[in-house]
C-alpha cells in the first residue's frame, strides 16, 4: 500500500483530478477512512464539537488534539494525515507555531498541520515551512474566530471581502503552503481563487469549483441525525443503524436470547465434575 505524499496532492490540481477528503477522529475511523480512495485525512479541531461535546473549536487544547491525531496516525496506512493546530496555540509567535507543530510531527506522527488566516500568518507559514512541516492553509469562514465573526457566517459578500481573500490565497501560496482550505465562501470566489493560484484548494462550502473537497466524518455519515449544515450533505443515515442495532441487543439481552450458546465458553467435563463434587 503506497503511501500517498505532498507531491501527489499537488499533482492532483495539475491533472485536474477533483479529490474528496475527509476528517478522522480516532483510531476506527481512520481505518474506516484510509480503506477508501481518500488521499486526505484531516484531524480538524472540529473534534472539540463531535467528539469533546464542546460548543465552538476554541476550548480544545494541544494534548487533547495529539491525543487524537497519534490514534488517526495508527490507523492510518495510505493517506497522509494533516492535524489542525488548536487555537492560540500558533497565533502568538512564530516560536509557538513551531513548537505545536513540532509536537505534532513528533509525538503524532502527521505528515503536516494546518493552520487558520490569511497574510496575518505568512510569518508562520513560511517558519514552518522552512523547518521542514508541511502547511495546510486555510481562509474564509475561519471557526477559530467565532467570536470575531459572530457566529458562523459565510465570508466574501463584498468585493472588498471577495480582493482581501484573493490576496490571502496568493499570501498562503507563496509563503509555501502546499494547499487551502476554503470554507463558507461563495462558489464564485471559490473559483476565482482556484483558478488563480497553484495550489489545490479544498473547499467546505465553497462550492463545486474547488480542487477538492473537506467534510466531516459525522456530518456525511449522518451520525448527528436530522441536523444536515448546509454546506454538508448525508449519504448515509448511520446514526439509525447504530440505533437499532442497540436497540436489537437490549431486547435478546432482556429476552436472554443473548449470549447465545455460540457466545458462550463452558468447563471441561472433568473440571466440571471435579466442581461439583466440592460443591457437595
Do not use: W
Not at 521542514?132 to 470575531?148: A, C, K, R, W
Not at 448525508?234 to 447504530?242: D, Y
Request: glycine share 8%; hydrophobic share 40%; aromatic share 6%.
Amino acid at each position: 500500500m503506497k503511501k500517498i505524499t505532498i507531491n501527489y496532492i499537488k499533482r492532483l490540481k495539475s491533472e485536474e483530478q477533483p479529490f474528496a477528503t475527509l476528517t478522522a477522529y480516532d483510531y476506527t475511523s481512520a481505518k474506516i477512512v484510509d480503506a477508501t480512495d481518500v488521499p486526505i485525512i484531516l484531524v480538524g479541531d472540529s473534534a472539540a464539537m463531535v467528539v469533546l461535546g464542546y460548543e465552538t473549536t476554541i476550548p480544545v487544547t494541544m494534548d487533547e488534539m495529539i491525543m487524537l491525531t497519534s490514534a488517526v496516525c495508527r490507523g492510518t496506512q495510505r493517506a497522509l494525515v494533516i492535524a489542525d493546530l488548536p487555537f492560540m496555540s500558533y497565533q502568538a509567535s512564530i516560536t509557538d507555531a513551531l513548537h505545536s507543530a513540532g509536537r505534532f510531527m513528533k509525538e503524532a506522527g502527521v505528515s503536516g498541520v494546518k493552520l487558520e488566516g490569511g497574510i496575518r500568518m505568512i510569518p508562520q507559514i513560511r517558519a514552518l515551512v522552512d523547518n521542514g512541516i508541511p502547511v495546510m492553509g486555510h481562509i474564509g469562514l475561519t471557526p477559530q474566530s467565532f467570536h470575531q465573526f459572530s457566529g458562523y457566517t459565510v465570508q466574501g459578500k463584498s468585493v472588498k471581502s471577495i480582493e482581501n481573500l484573493i490576496a490571502d490565497a496568493h499570501a498562503v501560496t507563496e509563503a509555501g503552503a502546499f494547499s487551502l482550505v476554503l470554507e463558507g465562501i461563495p462558489a464564485e470566489v471559490g473559483k476565482l481563487i482556484t483558478d488563480q493560484i497553484s495550489i489545490p484548494t479544498i473547499g467546505i462550502g465553497a462550492g463545486p469549483y474547488c480542487d477538492g473537497q473537506i467534510q466531516v466524518f459525522h456530518d456525511i455519515l449522518g451520525l448527528y441525525g436530522d441536523f444536515i449544515p448546509k454546506h454538508t450533505k448525508q449519504f448515509g443515515k448511520i446514526s439509525e443503524h447504530i440505533t437499532e442495532a442497540i436497540q436489537a441487543y437490549i431486547q435478546q439481552v432482556e429476552n436472554r436470547s443473548f449470549p447465545a450458546e455460540e457466545n458462550s465458553t463452558h468447563l471441561s467435563t472433568s473440571v466440571l465434575k471435579n466442581l461439583s463434587s466440592k460443591q457437595t
